[in-house]
């Protein structure tokens, strides 16, 4: 079975610094999908950004990268000139893309940023 | 804005009780997940549906069931609550069975006393 495993329970970064979380996954599977998903205060789940198995390229959106090691199975996410809004509980979440096509998430990591 | 609706926003009820909570799907989405999150936890699969069928069953009790309806909501019946299931349930719809993307509703803060 398909684990996630972010070991990070929290973090902080200095406002404008730059912060990166990481996130492990297990998976016998070639094909398949990662994302990062952003929960603030709010409890809404928001998708930052997403990264397809398949593809060599680390995706970006904006002020956030990827760092996708499929090898390793990693998948850390780099937030870049960090912003108070950036505070959050970050999840990484991992689908298969076969199968019951379910998505498994991390347990979170909660970013503090530090004005 | 997702555009997934989850009603009702909060319920507050008592140990023993049944509830239902609604959800709406993306429009022209055909799947919908599921997912429990219990304070400060991670979120935990409960079960997906597609255009109406099961399609993955997660850690679901045997009290909780699930439907989705013809127009494609879902809705998501808990009964005999217990403490334990106080809880923010989100729903979260995709295009397809093997949707990329989920897009997540605002969840259904339940609180059993």
């Known amino acids: 079975a398909q684990t996630v495993t972010q070991s990070q329970p929290e973090m902080s970064v200095q406002e404008a610094e730059t912060v990166t979380l990481s996130c492990t996954y297990d998976?016998?599977?070639?094909?398949?999908?990662l994302f990062w998903y952003k929960q603030p205060p709010s409890r809404q789940m928001i998708l930052v950004i997403r990264?397809?198995?398949?593809?060599?390229q680390n995706a970006t959106e904006n002020r956030f990268s990827v760092n996708f090691q499929k090898a390793a199975k990693s998948f850390s996410l780099k937030i870049s000139d960090s912003q108070l809004g950036d505070a959050a509980m970050y999840f990484c979440a991992y689908r298969s893309d076969s199968g019951t096509y379910k998505y498994i998430f991390g347990t979170g990591t909660r970013l503090k940023v530090l004005a | 804005d997702s555009g997934v609706t989850q009603t009702p926003k909060h319920l507050i009820t008592a140990t023993g009780q049944r509830v239902t909570l609604r959800c709406s799907p993306r429009s022209g989405d055909l799947s919908v997940y599921w997912y429990q999150q219990s304070l400060d936890q991670g979120l935990q699969f409960l079960i997906q549906y597609y255009n109406g069928e099961e399609r993955a069953k997660g850690n679901i009790l045997e009290r909780f069931s699930a439907q989705q309806f013809p127009d494609l909501h879902s809705e998501l019946n808990l009964s005999s609550l217990e403490l334990g299931d106080s809880a923010l349930y989100f729903c979260a719809s995709s295009a397809r069975v093997s949707g990329n993307t989920i897009y997540f509703g605002e969840g259904s803060w339940l609180t059993v006393v």
């Open positions: 990264q397809e198995a398949y593809k060599q």
């Open positions: 998976t016998s599977e070639s094909d398949y999908y």
